[in-house]
């Protein structure tokens, strides 16, 4: 048995800077340019391992296993899910099908800005709600790589607008795991959410198109960005306020891509922008491969369902797999739980990390026991889903079992590299939870009294940046933003809420997202520039989230927004 460590040399400024050591290392190697991501990746898990054994004091045995554990679970399931989306992507490409979809998004709009606002935005959301879990970048960006964008701006654009949805992402899945390590009612805590994001969805929509296009292009179409934006945002409030928590994504991103193909029916620019690249400097044309001129011919009925075809089967498995009554029944039957050994109940979190929960016995706080098992739920992982839509979606477009097969292996050497840094990644993120370096790096946000507001919602942004998931955020710091809260005389529903707001802007600099963006573009080994372009994007988003949670904690009328 061990006991995590949170000030383990003694001096709060030192153990967190020892803390922040593994994300520096990983982040630093990879914005350099001059190391390969998975090369960064191994190099910063053998950092991590040095950190959690001789500073954090966990036991040799125990740091291996968890970092085995997290090379596990980066493959199951976010590399599952990249390495089945490319190969639905090139299964599409490989019979001509992602030409007729060019064909079709094209019919809606020739505008790239357009383009960018139905698909990294709106359709985004949609998988976000459905999936999420790297789903959203992986498919939106290789739509946007094949629609012709430059890779820098298929990637990065599509991290961006991968934002204001994440806090509803997977069916509800953050918000039910802040509710699980709180104890705070989840309707609440996504009522609360839906009255601090959809200010951010109103957004984040301009940003995109501005990133894109620069101020004066985002300036020309800002009719159907206030269309994409309201319409995404209104459905966010009222049905995280007014229904549930689990639907929001889905049902507005829906609307919102309604709204903006019909609005398109009677407006449209003056001036198309036809430039697949960004605005301001883009290292990644030299790699863009020249793209023939757009057959502007319109598609038939047959020609559209056709190019439609495969995406509405993703959209009808993803739905079945993110039903809570599907995952039920196949995890009842079609799961392997493997508890770690000399890991799993292993380790104890301790106060204020953990809840308190009184020892009759002693009249203190007992610590609390640290879970390590790897769950194989084989059947609902979203990558097996995307994998079974791929297949069926094949066989519906007369691809044979052998094509499939063929594509397949195809795709598995395209994607190595990538799933191998993955899965690197994730064995950092792992290790750093289970060995308390996290909680430490909390405890420093913790302490900043007054500010708390502003930098408890920036906590938030860390834990996505450092895990790669709202959800693992959540469950990694909420219960430390609702002890903080409480000790301050702040609304633990509110910074409950805000570490899952904030956290959502965290997403695009994951180092797990960047690596599936960088594959799902073709634009692998490059993860430097991606970082460097959406990092400044992060953290002005990010801090914009956490002074809008400053105005709700402290001035009116803004705290009228807060749920009691």
């Known amino acids: 048995m061990w006991n995590q460590i949170y000030n383990p040399l003694g001096n709060a400024a030192l153990s967190t800077i020892a803390a922040a050591v593994p994300v520096v290392t990983l982040l630093v190697l990879i914005a350099s340019g001059k190391v390969k991501a998975h090369i960064a990746a191994i190099i910063a898990v053998i950092v991590t391992n040095l950190i959690t054994i001789f500073v954090f004091t966990m036991p040799v045995g125990m740091s291996i296993r968890a970092s085995l554990l997290g090379v596990v679970s980066g493959f199951f399931p976010i590399g599952w899910i990249v390495l089945n989306v490319i190969f639905l992507y090139q299964v599409t490409v490989s019979c001509g099908r992602f030409e007729l979809l060019k064909r079709a998004v094209g019919g809606v709009t020739e505008d790239r800005r357009l383009q960018l606002l139905l698909v990294a935005f709106s359709f985004g959301a949609f998988f976000e709600g459905a999936s999420g879990f790297g ?123 309604g709204a903006l193909i019909l609005f398109l029916r009677v407006w449209q620019p003056k001036q198309p922008w036809l430039s ?71 380790i104890q979190k301790m106060p204020p990390v953990a809840p308190c929960v009184i020892d009759a016995a002693t009249n203190a706080c007992k610590p609390v026991l640290e879970g390590a098992v790897f769950s194989f739920t084989y059947l609902t992982f979203t990558g097996t889903g995307m994998l079974i839509a791929a297949i069926i979606s094949g066989f519906l477009m007369g691809v044979g079992p052998g094509r499939l097969l063929s594509e397949y292996g195809r795709t598995i050497r395209l994607c190595s590299i990538s799933l191998i840094t993955i899965s690197a990644m994730l064995a950092i993120g792992t290790l750093t939870r289970l060995a308390g370096v996290d909680a430490t790096l909390g405890l420093a946000f913790a302490a900043t009294g007054v500010l708390y507001p502003f930098f408890g919602t920036l906590l938030g942004w860390l834990g996505v940046a450092l895990t790669g998931s709202d959800t693992s955020s959540n469950i990694l710091f909420g219960n430390l933003q609702k002890i903080t809260s409480q000790q301050i005389g702040l609304s633990p529903i509110l910074m409950a809420a805000a570490n899952s707001s904030g956290g959502v802007m965290g997403k695009m600099i994951d180092a797990q997202s960047i690596v599936v963006a960088s594959t799902a573009t073709n634009w692998y080994g490059h993860e430097s520039s991606i970082l460097r372009y959406v990092f400044l994007h992060s953290i002005v988003l990010a801090c914009l989230v956490g002074l809008f949670v400053t105005l709700q904690a402290y001035v009116y009328p803004f705290t009228e927004l807060v749920l009691k």
């Open 135 to 257: 789903t959203p970048v992986a498919i939106t960006g290789s739509i946007l790589i094949g629609l012709g964008f430059s890779p820098l701006a298929a990637s990065g654009l599509s991290l961006i607008a991968n934002t204001a949805p994440v806090a509803f992402g997977a069916l509800g899945t953050p918000i039910q795991g802040l509710a699980s390590v709180t104890g705070l009612d989840p309707y609440i805590l996504g009522a609360m959410v839906g009255r601090q994001l959809p200010l951010f969805s109103l957004i984040v929509p301009f940003w995109v198109v501005w990133a894109f296009a620069g101020f004066k292009g985002m300036k020309d179409v800002w009719p159907a960005i206030l269309v994409t934006g309201l319409s995404f945002a209104i459905p966010q409030f009222v049905i995280s306020n007014y229904v549930n928590p689990w639907i929001v994504d889905i049902a507005a991103s829906l609307i919102s891509m």
């Open 276 to 346: 697949p690249a960004l605005r301001s400097r883009d290292d990644s044309t030299s790699a863009m491969t020249a793209q023939k001129p757009l057959d502007k011919t319109p598609l038939t009925q047959s020609e559209l369902w056709s190019a439609l075809l495969p995406w509405i089967v993703v959209c009808i498995v993803m739905l079945i797999w993110g039903n809570g009554a599907f995952k039920t029944w196949a995890n009842g039957i079609f799961t392997w739980n493997y508890p770690v050994p000399d890991l799993h109940n292993m």
